[in-house]
């Protein structure tokens, strides 16, 4: 290509303002016409608007990340109630938070930018810290009779199955991830289970407990496998992105959208960090995949994304 | 403090929702009831109001990054023209771009995620890359051109006053930061401005010029020993961060807010990435400042930041 | 205290310098009068030889990232072999890429600087890549050949069960972290196991499998809780340092001594990123435990740090 | 090119070890065999020593952090000694903390891991922090006291001439940056020289002092210019690298060698961590450069290197 075909294909960076046009779906639009990790926000939301909209999509939504303690439990919660996670791969920790906003116990505000923060008195007074938010103690034991209050009939089922039964015992609740996962039939796959508070539980209760994680990978492979067209979110990175890798490496197309939120970068050489290039060179993602990866923090990107996706799926 | 006191004290972390409030001081309002980089968001939005709201607040705005290229010109050019800003330091870089846009000339946009960037071949057809803003070569004999044709009456006057004379030059813009600047008369610093191609220029063409850089860093303690109340908002690190922060040294009463946004951090022990509690070890920061530090890009942040302002001082 | 008391407690930071010793003990020593991440590297390396010469503490060793892959199996191997760790936490893929190298597969170099890497080439010729290190797809096979030849008498094992058996059927190496931990009965937990590759043939070609990951959750909790006192390092974050810190909690003194190698960061809240301080609300870090982070990658520190401690332990 | 070719060309990842050999050299060495950042730190390691045999390059050194009060002034001061670089630019602040380290008056450390850091009681004892350095307000005491002792014969004599004459000035140190410096003549740039509380110092007790920077500039511009053989190392961003750069893209030849030691990233699009590849597509580095980017602290990287360096040239 020569010099001036090269330069009539560019498109303009466009400077962006809020004049009187304030609806999101616009600012975003907006946004996919800048550069740096705004513009790269402005096309997740289309990415992500598209996945929604091609009914051969399985969505594929991989959680890492303490976003329940951080106050975003209802966000997850209305990603799925709107249909937009068909898959949800997630930490231990994540459903032994929700679980325990669930039966009504609550985190707390710290504030890192005023108080002195001093670990060692807040373990005097039984707080357990997570950066800028506090879990008092008392909630490991409302989880702890809870669970010893369940009548699990098989102990070897596969965890998205317990975490099925999990949802169908626990109160409704508008912002359980775990309630909506099990009224909506969306499963939850939780590959290290059995690292966070709730399976410690589980653990000390259920002596004989053995769920099967060789049958959930199984499934998830299938579920890879059986997509029509794979589609991907990926917030964070760990455990939750590489099984949804390692699975859509099973699917015969590949993923054709992926979108990731992170703070991870490649340079280290973890996979949490990974571009989605690279992932390409695995087959995870397809070549032609439409992608965009957002160096940011999923809290702030994660409520901006589904204001989009509801305005525009509304409409 | 007793156990139940310190507790009874604490306010829980509200779950965010998106019902049919969608208010973006509202949304701002509640991310500040919740934890990490969200809830910082939304605090920085409630002190950088009440510094517009407080007359006596010298607002000390430091921007580093490539804030113009990235297409964020128009929101600096909308928070100057607001009157949320009294006092601009930037880099060298955001001065000459600003120049090039409103020349005339343009940024393009690359794409990262999708091309393979070949650097050889943007080097080959005169085209320079900001990550994925892409800057062709034809820009800068642009600002050559302009820059021969000024008639610079004084070659040492200090790098503020020129640049308040470029802005005069220029022609009017709707979103040029030189140009609002010398509308509404407020000083742009620029220590390190012979790193920079405007400067360069300058260089070429006026043998015998020394702009002043050592009125402007003397004016600059004048502004902050004279605030009644001084305030602060870091875009990036670099010298911005660091030129407002030894002047705040000299303001009687130390900052009472300061803002920062940045992906820098602390751990490698640079200014850039420095806490705003260090900075109140250097009394830089007052003791009971209000302050919040968010680790995010700027491009996702300003915007929602400038549209929080926005309807917050329409009100 | 008041202030001269103060400033006549603290230390000088001495100026390192290397003249004519060049011995790594007394060069990490002097790094410790430093300061930044140079200062936290001496003051771990001087921790870790503590642990190492308190016969009473076990030592729990989190490895995440692609530590095998990068080239330092044998590092890690060496730890092992040297008695430097007594409890092994680490991923899938480590175990996974292990048993390629030990089976004779290999990975190979690319080059991010002098290359532009093209993942659609590299899929095409069945290369995976991993940042700057591809391994072929035939390594795969490699480990499907070899899974298929075990003979597993029993299908629901716990998984370190599992790890060391794999560890006695794969031949003698020098580099094999398999093969030490086998030989020197050091436990190897791996609690994301079905998240590689290795679990995944493993699920292909024994249809009933289903190792017993609670076994492993409470024999790791029996570990900590019967060590007279504790002490761990952790590489990198994820599931190896939070499955090593809930079980931590169950250690009646807590961690003694307290080493972490991250490239993670505390902002966005993860507990990847967590600082130790942090560790201490939660009971998992003594309060008057040795602690220090080093913000840096484990290719780079580890080899430094397994240098010293050899040295060391020699004299 | 086929599979085959391809495949053939690619070098193994050697596992490293450290048996008996434990030269420095032939430790690097083998890090470049290895992958992610160690790798690059064995190629820098390589390069550096290259740049170093290469008798028509001239080396540019870009130094930007709080590399002094972190400890490693002797560091840098040695690598000037040696021979290693031919010009240096750095940051104010570097040059103040040598200033006062040489006038005998020095940083202190304080502890991040191990105490609660309160910087309110900090700045309550006149002791500024630098994120775990701590450096007393008497400092600038002494600096005041140096400063105005002096007889500066021209007041707009270019930054550089300024600092060799200050370097000419201050007694003799085995440490000292500006000393080594005005001793071996090597220029030392900073153009953001009033952003620092040497300046301030100067700008306070020298009314009419007007340090020309565009002369600065342009002696800049004309040894890059004039360089056969340009070569660069640059430890941290901001303006030393941007510095470095611009007058880079005036060496006929563009730069032939090129290493940073930085934390910052790419993906916020500043410059500070923009890739050694972005910088030819601006002509700053060669398309046929040596290159390598290590993401890491200096202050681990620093030391490494000039052990290498220093071995490599003895021998």
Chains 1, 2, 3, 4 share one sequence.
Not at 39 to 58: H, N, Q, V
Request: charged share 25%.
């Amino acid at each position: 290509m020569n010099d001036k075909d090269f330069k009539e294909k560019l498109k303009k960076v466009k400077q962006f303002k809020i004049d009187n046009n304030e609806r999101i779906v616009d600012l975003m639009e907006q946004l996919s016409n800048t550069g740096f990790n705004a513009k790269r926000l402005g096309r997740a939301c289309k990415i992500y608007e598209e996945m929604i909209l091609d009914d051969d999509c399985t969505i594929f939504f991989g959680l890492a990340g303490a976003i329940v303690p951080a106050g975003f439990q209802g966000i997850i919660h209305d990603f799925i109630e709107s249909g937009f996670i068909d898959v949800l791969v997630t930490t231990g920790a994540n459903i032994t938070h929700d679980l325990a906003e669930t039966l009504g116990y609550h985190h707390l505000q710290g504030d890192i930018d005023v108080d002195e923060i001093n670990d060692v008195q807040l373990h005097d007074q039984n707080i357990n810290r997570i950066y800028d938010v506090f879990l008092p103690n008392e909630v490991y034991e409302g989880i702890e009779d809870f669970i010893s209050s369940l009548d699990i009939k098989n102990l070897e089922m596969p965890v998205s199955e317990f975490l099925k039964f999990l949802g169908e015992q626990i109160p409704d609740n508008k912002n359980s991830i775990l309630k909506v996962c099990a009224k909506k039939n969306i499963p939850i796959f939780c590959p290290a289970f059995t690292d966070c508070g709730l399976a410690l539980q589980l653990g000390f209760h259920y002596k004989n407990i053995n769920l099967n994680h060789f049958k959930d990978m199984l499934k998830m492979v299938d579920l890879a496998w059986d997509a029509k067209v794979a589609g991907t979110c990926l917030v964070g990175g760990g455990v939750p992105k590489n099984f949804i890798f390692q699975s859509l490496q099973f699917c015969p197309n590949s993923a054709k959208y992926a979108i990731q939120i992170t703070m991870d970068r490649p340079e280290q050489g973890g996979l949490s960090g990974a571009t989605l290039k690279e992932a390409m060179s695995w087959g995870k993602v397809a070549h032609s995949a439409q992608t965009a990866t957002i160096i940011a923090d999923a809290t702030i990107v994660l409520p901006i994304m589904y204001w989009y996706l509801k305005k525009v799926i509304e409409n």
